[in-house]
């Protein structure tokens, strides 16, 4: 069953973080180191909520974006495409992560050949039934077609991305065929272009607020966006998906350079490997 998932793995927040973690757009707004600490403990502890067993890898501050692990691999039924991130400046983060799925959960490693690929977790969108991938400034047409070597028993479709850092900066996955999304003209765009490349039919929950549509759903639970963050789109996910499992998180300081619910987790189907 997709979104089902007993295991992940996150990496904390280092001291560089707050002053060298990347921004999609230049800003001057600071980032309250501790505050962005607490929010992401807060995060992992709903993960082990929801029952996910979560390895927590330490903080290196020579990659001030580590905590970001979503960008570093594609995972799906036990192969683990190792991504080749679209800034320079994080190849290196894939380095921490392919050791601790070989080490930890002994997945299939899929490897980029082509040197001229890029590709960012986060510009991967896998909807249960099939992927679509984001043409944004980190991933280009290489990076999808190792998306689509990686996982060739799925339809991979390509999406441009216009205006935002990733495809999962605008649409993510609010529950079973159920895709949320921003309501600004360029996620209107992605929208209509999934709609036309996609092989599925999906329900849509429009959210004021492009930045909450990106929430998190595993076992069963949405995790998304808090009441103090984003009022309006907080009561879009009450109003329509309030009968599930929902648990509001506020993420305020790690959004600040541009992170996000489904940024700083990889979830792995398959189980952890205990070696006596």
């Given at each position: 069953?997709s ?5 992940a ?6 001291d560089?973080?707050?002053?060298e973690?990347?921004r ?16 992401h ?11 996910v067993?979560?390895i ?7 990659l ?12 799906h039924?036990?192969?683990?495409l ?6 320079p400046?994080?190849r ?5 992560i ?22 960012d ?6 909807t249960?039934?099939e ?17 689509a ?17 990733h ?11 159920v ?30 607020d ?5 929430c998190?759903?595993l ?12 009022p ?45």
């Amino acid at each position: 069953m997709s979104f089902v998932f007993r295991n992940a793995v996150v990496c904390r927040i280092p001291d560089s973080f707050a002053k060298e973690a990347l921004r999609y757009k230049p800003s001057d707004v600071e980032v309250n180191l501790e505050k962005a600490r607490r929010q992401h403990e807060a995060y992992v502890q709903n993960l082990r909520r929801v029952g996910v067993d979560v390895i927590e890898l330490p903080a290196d501050e020579a990659l001030p974006d580590c905590p970001f692990v979503e960008d570093t691999a594609v995972i799906h039924n036990g192969v683990a495409l190792i991504t080749r991130p679209g800034h320079p400046a994080r190849r290196k983060e894939v380095e921490s992560i392919r050791r601790v799925l070989q080490r930890e959960y002994k997945v299939d490693l899929y490897e980029i050949a082509d040197e001229n690929a890029t590709i960012d977790g986060g510009d991967v969108l896998f909807t249960g039934k099939e992927f679509f991938v984001g043409m944004s400034s980190r991933t280009n047409q290489a990076g999808a077609l190792a998306v689509a070597n990686a996982f060739p028993d799925y339809r991979v479709s390509s999406i441009n991305v216009p205006d935002a850092l990733h495809l999962t900066s605008l649409v993510s996955v609010a529950g079973p065929d159920v895709l949320a999304v921003g309501a600004s003209n360029a996620a209107k765009k992605i929208l209509k272009e999934l709609e036309l490349k996609g092989e599925y039919d999906y329900e849509t929950l429009t959210l004021p607020d492009d930045e909450a549509a990106n929430c998190l759903y595993l076992n069963g639970t949405l995790i998304h966006c808090s009441k103090e963050e984003y009022p309006e789109s907080y009561k879009v996910f009450e109003e329509r998906m309030g009968d599930g499992r929902c648990i509001p998180l506020d993420l305020g300081e790690i959004r600040k350079v541009d992170g996000g619910f489904t940024c700083c987790s990889l979830f792995i189907g398959k189980q952890r490997v205990h070696i006596q």
